[in-house]
């Protein structure tokens, strides 16, 4: 297996290991505080930013990347919205726990598009455009 397959598959599972701890952390943590139709709509909302972004790229790297850093972009907004609803409890550590989590899991989907955006490019070593 060459270099860009393996990243290829590194980025897939940094993706799904992402979505499987949202949910996990969504439902025994309270991501966006305590649940509620508003915070399942949040999540909802990322996740859906998500798979619109697969499907449109087909599954091809180069869209894939661009469909994690926007989902990246996507949890990040959650904390907004999230605090916008007044899902918290009023304190400055609530909104923190709430903004720094969200962000957390935002780089997680940006360190997979970085991956995916590194597995699109041809290294001169395997014949792409860089190597004539």
Known sequence: ???????YLL????CLATVALIYVA???LGLNGPPSRLTKRIELAVFAAGLV????SR???KGLAAAMFATG???AGASIAAIAGGLHDGSAGAILDIVG???FFGLLFAASGQLFRTAAKPRPEEGGPAAA
């Open 73 to 75: 972009a996507a949890q």
């Open 1 to 7: 297996m060459n270099r860009r397959a393996t990243r």
């Open 26 to 28: 969504e439902g025994a």
């Open 59 to 61: 599954f091809r790297a």
């Open 53 to 56: 972004g697969i499907l449109l």
């Open 11 to 14: 980025a897939w599972g940094l």
């Open 101 to 103: 989590v969200n962000l």
